[in-house]
């Protein structure tokens, strides 16, 4: 069975950067096609579509999760506990200090599915406590809120709300080098949009907002680090016209229009307006073969005129090759330009290439690696860096119940400025438990 092109959606390829929210500040709109994730699917789907299905993203029948039912609203709790090793806590270039923390992560998932309304929320929570550097440990809280309802046959309404309390990671561009600790941050985010269908012809349109708010932390020498300059809101409207040619192809368009307004002032000021133009293809070469391509052209202009305006081509790509039924190779590729509002990083111009190979050795036991190369140009700054991340990892379900996974993460960045130059190696075992 051929993968319909209609159900592919252009995601952003913000995987391959690290989780600072001043990381990716605009989101691609991405309506949720299918609230249901493959372990919650209770429709059993012939062999022979699950060997053209990716690895990842096919259901394991008999490693699925039972979950609690209350009328048509199902309950998923799972408790992942393991330990982290890292080589370079502080992302430092010259003084390299490890650790090992202990992480338990509680979550739940709450969701309800029917042909006119669903929705999926997730509630969850990462702690790490540290055997050494007790100044590393944190905990982090998100909720997250997804939901579709379908007012007609061709009208649907798709809205999504995010919030959380995270930190900032040791290794992202935007740390601060000399932060006594991980810099917290709370991280709300809404979107709402409404597709339209006129036979062959779609149209989406919609909204989305964001609100960072940092909170300040202490020097190494005890001095207090002020973040508030960095404490903002994004707006960004869109429109997604979009046509399928055939059951095979789909030519779409996305445009969309922003304004961010921070608290800086004088030299941090960094509010700005900007618009993104994208045209794409949804494709679909062979049932083994689909993903999406697009490109575009991209300005952030700065009410600071001490920023240069930000102008130039953008890409995007995301293609799964299903090479056997038991491996999937995925690639992507991505240029755009990243705003981060942290001091002496106005603008960055990223350019990605990358791809992940997941194998499923048995059936319940997958293994995977992937690699990823970022080219981070600091504009308005002499400074330019070249991130190298390497990831691999081996996934065992034992049963319905648990699952155990062990993971290693090779992370390696180098500036033509020494001082933001660093790598360092990331070991995890984790243990899973759902029901």
């Known amino acids: 069975m051929r993968v319909s092109v209609v159900s592919l959606m252009t995601v952003g390829l913000a995987a391959y950067s690290s989780s600072s929210a001043s990381e990716e500040l605009e989101q691609t709109p991405t309506p949720v096609p299918n609230l249901m994730s493959p372990n919650e699917t209770t429709e059993i789907i012939p062999d022979e579509q699950l060997t053209r299905m990716p690895v990842r993203e096919r259901p394991r029948y008999g490693y699925e999760p039972i979950g609690y039912r209350v009328g048509p609203i199902f309950f998923y709790p799972q408790l992942l506990s393991g330990l982290r090793y890292d080589s370079n806590v502080f992302a430092s270039p010259t003084n390299r200090q490890s650790d090992i923390a202990g992480v338990l992560a509680p979550k739940l998932t709450i969701s309800s599915y029917s042909p006119r309304f669903s929705f999926k929320s997730d509630f969850g929570a990462r702690v790490y406590r540290f055997r050494t550097f007790h100044s590393e440990d944190r905990t982090d809280a998100y909720a997250s809120f997804q939901a579709r309802t379908e007012i007609t046959r061709d009208l649907r309404v798709d809205a999504s709300a995010y919030a959380a309390r995270l930190h900032e990671d040791r290794s ?171 001091p002496g990083q106005e603008a960055r111009l990223d350019t990605a290439f990358g791809a992940t190979v997941d194998h499923e050795l048995m059936r319940n036991v997958i293994v995977s690696a992937g690699a990823t190369h970022i080219n981070q ?33 090779f992370i390696d960045r180098q500036s033509n400025i020494p001082t933001n130059s660093f790598n360092e190696h990331v070991m995890r075992v984790n243990v899973t438990t759902q029901y």
């Open 377 to 409: 140009d600091f504009r308005g700054t002499p400074r330019k860096d070249n991130l190298l991340r390497f990831s691999s990892g081996v996934d065992y379900f034992a049963n319905r119940f648990a699952r155990v996974g062990l993971h290693y993460d």
């Open 172 to 342: 992202d561009s935007t740390s601060p080098s000399n932060a006594a600790t991980p810099v917290p941050y709370t991280d709300l985010r809404g979107q709402l949009s409404a597709t339209k269908d006129f036979n062959r012809l779609s149209v989406m349109v919609g909204t989305t907002a964001r609100n960072l708010t940092y909170e300040n932390v202490n020097s190494f020498t005890g001095d207090v680090l002020d973040q508030s300059s960095r404490n903002g809101t994004i707006l960004t409207a869109f429109v997604k016209p979009s046509y399928e040619i055939n059951r095979d192809y789909r030519l779409y368009l996305l445009a969309r229009a922003n304004t961010r307004d921070y608290e800086g002032t004088g030299a941090l000021e960094h509010d700005s307006k900007g618009y993104d133009l994208r045209g794409g293809l949804q494709f679909t070469l062979t049932p083994l073969i689909f993903g999406s391509v697009e490109a575009g052209y991209l300005q952030q202009k700065f009410d600071n005129p001490l920023i240069p305006t930000v102008t130039g081509p953008v890409i995007g790509s995301k293609v799964k090759w299903l090479v056997t039924p038991l491996t999937t190779v995925s690639f992507l590729a991505d240029r755009h330009v990243s705003e981060t509002a942290a």
